[in-house]
Every structure is written in structure tokens, then in C-alpha cells.
């Protein structure tokens, strides 16, 4: 630790954490949901973890970091699942969970601090009639600022698409790491050069997102005999422009036997569709189940919905989530299919090995099945061929299983983060390892 | 008139027009707009209005025409364009523009009597930030019911899609024409049955419809010195499903030259897009103008452009409007686009002879280019000509130059239409005429 002793008597007055099991508690995310991850990462720990309450103390943890040329990893919430916050070469972790200040919220958008969590930003904002367009399904405790560095969308996405589209991220505030740290505001296109980075090129402070009306949301959950009258369902929802929705999350069988607290009210073997849709389109709704042979079996309005058990925290990763306490070799897969004929394909080929989950979600103004599959594990051979033989078959696979940034989605290189990695992070000290093309 | 002696006696109170000349104006719609439609519509005259303020007074002029075998034409504020409302059979016009009561109004939707204008609707719907999921660009006088009745989609539909699309239309009430006229309550997938039906199979009384989130919208023209950019960028701000925008109307020159009270602001030779956009979005959408190279030229605030000039104006089908004030020889078309790469084909093809307008709509959860071209008139011949070029190539054309229900938009007749009609206008009194599966 001496070699901290300098660094930290720069850093008066801030929060310090260096109890060795919080520090590594504070090292990890989600990254167990992966086998390939977890032997890699499991053991990545930082050395020191700070929790700035100000923007002045980060600018003053950045220029410690580049002054001392130790390692800086943010971290949020904790809640990615792929290591974006575990530091792979030990140094600092800054926490951002002290910055919790949400500067304004008005109709239409809202600047909050990077450490303010989604469900208590939208709690705030449907005060005034607005929500977050998208939230993941960790909202009650993800922060605004993980979400936009280590997330690409969630709840919501069906009706706003990406956070890399343009006008879902509408500024970010940036901390440098040069010899002397600058703050830089990004606005307009230029946010893209940190949205999704993971903290590699610099540190997110502020943000500035856009909200969306905030329809009350009934939760419903609709059974079905075959799966493919739950897929096909989704999709007509997906494109049914005058059904307002905020989630269409659709689960093969047995996936809906993992959710302990809504098994009960599936009918056995059934396939089912887990929907946030606009209370006053329930009607239209109805209609729309009807034709698809769909059996609505649980119904919440949106004001009892709010307060209790929400499907929220049944899809996308939380549906991992619960496979994964009944069963700790389920994995999963992250995929975009780009109809439902290869949904089919790859659920009739794959059985129960690979679990069929759908995420309707809109990309470039059309609903798409994205896919969360649920995947028994044997071994990393298995599951390359697995993820093979939906490339060969032209689905994308979002890798889930590698903590390297351009090796998941994005498959390339992003040279606008890459220039500005070079920019803002001449030392290479910020989330070390994690961009392949700056290794 | 001796044989509306006894209808009339039976009508006491009620507010009759007979003066030749208000009812031969009341007898009109827009389709002088067609030269193929003028001379078959331009001398069909209703006998009487008639006025009802209330449902009751309806019950009793439908229950006198059934009686006395009178034909009955239901009216709005007459700006359609096919003649949706003109009598083909002389009898009674029922005017609906003294049934103006809003039912009631909340968080997603509205309930209003058929003669309700959607401007008047909107304004109210605003005090509690909501509106009309789609507008026509006739909103100021344009009533609901008649909007139901005659159109299909407007302002609003490149977010919400068609008024036929499931959750555009919750419920509708209606008077039939039966021996013991009855009233109908339509409500979920049974309220096709009515809608675009021209008023052929019973008398809408009352609407329930949805209501929209109102943005502050801004209002933008955008100059393009390359058409096809225009229409690129047209498709690529539909498609920016992180940039809410209610109209994308774009123009091909030399259409920005027939409005006199724009043309100032459009560049020489210039094609334009006329813009509604989330005011909070503005930046994201100038990054994408600017992307595609696109001019500003024209910019209102949401709360300048709710006073005065408002774009709405100059879209849809006030474009050909504007371009008949300018020379009344201009008619127009109405068309589908499957892709751009088939209006760049007619575009090139016809030059200005089939001038390009189009409106970006959302149809089945995606957007396409619908056009409503402006085509300067020679012969009949020739405009079938155009007509067939287009569907040859896989265009579809709504065809505005039939007052026939099934030959515009439709094509084929509509089973479940005709048996209501069937059931509820035994006698064929309705709007006689107009369907042809009932001829």
C-alpha cells in the first residue's frame, strides 16, 4: 500500500474503502452468469476503491492516477455482466454511487450525475409525467452512467431503440486522464465517442438523457401452447403501432418454471409473453392476444404493478438471473435474430440445451427478436460450436462471454473511441485491458 | 318537397337547411381536386340537411328515413376528397357539426360526439398534455367522426400508424337504419365494421379514440439541393427511433414554390422536408440533417408554431391544396412505396409531370414512403396510364379519383363492412352508391 501513501495524502477528505473484502466485493459484476468469464476474472481485484461526492473530487482522483500512473477502473452499480467494471490490473476503483445528484428534470429530458440510479431518476420524473426511455432490468439499484457506458438497452427498447441511437444519449461530461486532467462536455454525435466504451476513455460524470412520457404500464403475462404463437405474438405486437408498449419479453419452456414467484400462475408447459403495455391500450391488447390464441393468466394494473413485484425483473438478464438459481450451470447467450424463421430454426435445433428467450426491441425503425438464451453449459467447446452454428446461420451473436469491448457486440473497432482513448487517456491507465485494439 | 311533408312533421325542433344554394354547398366535398371525380360529383345534391344536436335527434331522422324509404348521407365538415359525403342519390344530408361535445378526456384517451373538430379536441386534450395519436392537415375544421369515417392515417402516423391499426380507434356508437332503428356500441376488433366505411352502414353518433403524449413539437423545413438526399434523409429520420417526430412530409421542386407563405425561406431550386420534431430532440435531429447535408432554412419553436403558420398545413393532401391555388389544372395521386429506390425510379421517369411528394408513415411497425404526388392533368387516358406504370412496378396506389369504397385504398371488398351493412342498412338507405359490393 506505500506505494498509495503519496497519492492518497493528495486525496484528503475523500471516502476511502480498503478493507480487503470490500475492495474485491467491489472488484466484481455480474460476470458469474459466464463460465468462460468467471476463472479469468474471479480473481481481478483493485487495490483501493474511492467514492467521490463531487466532480472537483474526481478531477482531483483522475490527476492522482495520472500523476502516480496507477490504474483507474469506474465502476457503477456493479450490475454489467461482463466485467466492464473489474479492474484487470489492480490500481483504484472510482465509485460512482456518492453522485447521486440529479442536477434537473424537465418535460422531454433530464442532467443527472453519473451515480444516480434509473428507478430512482424515474421515480422522480414520473412526478412530472416522464420516465427513462430504457432501463435495464437491474433499474432499482443500475446507475445512469453504467448504463450508458457498459449497456446497450433494455426495457424500453422496443419503443425508443439503442442507447447508440442518435438522441438517446444527448451529452456527457467528461474527466480526462492527461498530464493535466480537463473536463471536456460532449454533445451531439460526439457523445458516441464514450457511449458504450466502458470507461476506457474517460470518466462520466454528468449526463444529460432524454426521457419518455410515462404511460401507466399494465403488466400482463400470456400463456401459449406452442412457442411459436408466443414468438410470432411478439413480433405482431412489436409491430402493432397503435398497442403502446414498453417490454415484449417472450420465454420457451421451462423457462417460465425458473421464475419461483410467476410459475404459479403459468399453466404447465406452457410458453408465455411477459408484456408492459399501455393501460389504456389493454383493450386493443386483448384483442390482439385473442387472435393469437394467447391465454392472459396474470394481469397487474400499472398502479399495483409500481409497487410490488414488477415482470421488469424477469426479463432480459434477470431472466438468467432466476434460471441460474435453480440451476448454476445455465449460461446464456445474447443474439439478434433477424426473423422469426431462424428463432425456429435454432429452438427446434437446439431443444432444451439452448433455451429460447426473446427481447423485441427496435433497431433502425423495425422490431427485431434480440434473444437472452438460456444455455445449458458442458464445456467453452461446446459452446463456441453453439454460437458457430448461429453465425454460420447468419444470427448475430452479442458474445457475452469475453470482457474485451470490440469482441462483443461491436465486432470492429470503434476508431472515433479509439482516437479518443488516445486523446483523453494518454497513459493507458483507464479500465486497462478491456479494449482489444488499445492493448 | 311534399314528401318530406310528413318526414319533416315528424321532426319538430330539429335544424333544417333548404336553401338550394347551403345545401348544395353541403352537399360538396374536396373532390374537385380530381377532374376525373368533378364532372360525376359536381351536381349531386342532397334535398334537406338536417342538424341534430343530440343522439336522440339522430334516433328519430334515422328512424324517419327507414319509414319513408329517404336515402341518408352523413356528413362532416365535408374535407374529404372522394365525395365520401356527397349524396350520389339526393334524400337527406345529416350534418353532424352540431354534435360537439367531448364525452369525456384523461390520460390516454377521449370520448367525443362524431362532430367534434380534432383541432378543437386537441386544444382541449393539451390542457392535460395529451392529443390525437393523427391529425389530417384539415384539423381545424376536420371533425372525428368524418376522420374515422373517410380517412386512413395523417399527421401522427409515422409514429402510430394507420387509424385501422388495432388501438387507433377504441370504440364507436352507432344508429342503425333497421325497420326499429336500434343503437350499437362497437367496441374492440368490432369497431372495423365501421371504420372507413364512408358512412354506408350506420350513423357514428360517438367516438371513444386514443390519445397521444403531446410533445412540444418544433417545426423545421429542411433544403436539400439533391432530392434523392431528401428523400434519404426522410427515411432515415422515420427509421431514428431516438428522435420522436410526428410529420415528415418531403417535397421535390418545384412543389416549395407553391407555397406562397413559405417559399421565402426554401433555397432557389431546392427540394425540402417539412419537419415536426420533438422539440427536446432538436439537437440529435441536427446532427442528422447534417449528416445528410440538409440546410435548415426554417425553424418555429413548439410555441411560436401553435399560434400562427403551422407546417401541418402544407402537408398530406394541403399540398395539392396549395398547388391548385397556383394552377387548378395540378391534380394528385395517392401511393405506397415498398422502398426509395421505387420513388427514385418514378421520380426520374416522370420529372414534372408526377411531381414527388411524400409522407413517411409507419405501417406493420416500420416505415415506408407514402406519397400523395402532385401530377399536372392531361387525359383520363393518361392518368391510368401513370396509374398502371406505378402498379406494374409494385407501387400501390390508393387511387383518389373513384368515390367508390372498395376501388381507392382498399381494392378488394371488405366482408365484415358489407355484412353489417347488410344488417344495419336493410333498405340500402346509407350513402347510397358508394359501396360497390353493395351496388
Request: hydrophobic share 40%.
Amino acid at each position: 500500500m506505500s506505494a498509495y501513501e503519496n497519492f492518497l495524502s493528495e486525496l484528503e477528505g475523500l471516502e476511502v474503502i480498503s478493507s480487503p473484502t470490500q475492495v474485491a466485493k467491489l472488484s466484481e459484476d455480474y460476470f458469474r452468469f459466464s463460465p468462460i468469464l468467471t476463472p479469468i476474472l474471479e480473481n481481478k481485484v483493485g487495490d483501493l476503491v474511492l467514492r467521490p461526492k463531487t466532480e472537483a473530487e474526481v478531477i482531483k482522483i483522475a490527476q492522482g492516477c495520472v500523476n502516480h500512473r496507477i490504474p483507474l477502473t469506474v465502476r457503477g452499480a456493479g450490475t454489467g455482466n461482463y466485467g466492464q467494471c473489474v479492474p484487470m490490473h489492480g490500481g483504484i476503483i472510482l465509485d460512482t454511487s456518492r453522485m447521486q445528484s440529479v442536477k434537473w428534470i424537465r418535460a422531454g429530458a433530464a442532467c443527472v450525475e453519473a451515480g444516480v440510479k434509473l428507478g430512482a431518476l424515474d421515480k422522480k420524473a414520473q412526478e412530472i409525467g416522464w420516465e427513462s426511455r430504457m432501463v435495464p432490468s437491474t433499474f432499482r439499484s443500475a446507475t445512469v452512467g453504467g448504463f450508458i457506458a457498459g449497456g446497450s438497452g433494455g426495457i424500453g427498447s422496443v419503443l425508443y431503440g439503442q442507447l447508440r441511437d442518435r438522441g438517446n444519449l444527448r451529452s456527457a461530461r467528461v474527466i480526462t486522464l492527461e498530464d493535466t486532467v480537463r473536463v471536456i462536455d460532449l454533445r451531439g454525435d460526439d457523445v458516441q465517442k464514450v457511449n458504450h466504451a466502458y470507461g476506457t476513455n474517460g470518466i462520466i460524470t454528468e449526463l444529460e438523457i432524454p426521457l419518455a412520457p410515462a404511460y401507466p404500464w399494465a403488466e400482463c403475462i400470456v400463456a401459449f401452447k406452442e412457442f411459436e404463437m408466443a414468438a410470432k405474438f411478439g413480433q405482431a405486437l412489436g409491430n402493432a403501432d397503435g398497442i403502446i408498449k414498453k417490454m415484449i419479453s417472450v420465454h420457451a419452456h421451462p423457462i417460465p418454471s425458473f421464475f419461483t414467484a410467476l410459475k404459479s400462475y403459468v399453466p404447465d408447459q406452457s410458453h408465455c409473453a411477459l408484456v408492459l403495455v399501455s393501460e389504456s391500450d389493454l383493450e386493443a391488447f386483448k384483442s390482439l392476444v385473442r387472435s393469437y390464441q394467447g391465454e392472459i393468466c396474470y394481469e397487474k394494473s400499472a398502479q399495483v404493478a409500481s409497487k410490488g413485484l414488477t415482470l421488469v425483473e424477469f426479463s432480459w438478464n434477470h431472466t438468467t438471473l432466476h434460471a441460474r438459481t435453480v440451476d448454476t450451470s445455465l449460461t446464456y447467450l445474447q443474439s439478434i435474430f433477424l426473423d422469426l424463421d431462424a428463432v425456429m430454426e435454432m429452438y427446434r435445433h437446439f431443444g432444451d440445451e439452448v433455451m429460447m428467450h426473446l427481447e423485441f426491441i427496435r433497431m433502425g425503425g423495425k422490431v427485431f427478436p434480440a434473444a437472452i438464451q438460456v444455455v445449458r453449459f458442458t464445456t467453452s467447446d461446446r459452446l463456441n460450436e453453439i454460437i458457430k452454428y448461429h453465425e454460420d446461420r447468419g444470427v448475430l451473436i452479442a458474445n457475452p462471454h469475453t470482457y474485451l469491448l470490440e469482441d462483443g457486440g461491436m465486432k470492429t473497432v470503434n476508431q472515433e473511441q479509439l482516437d479518443f482513448k488516445r486523446l483523453v487517456d494518454p497513459y493507458g491507465l483507464m479500465n486497462v485491458g478491456k479494449m482489444r485494439s488499445f492493448l
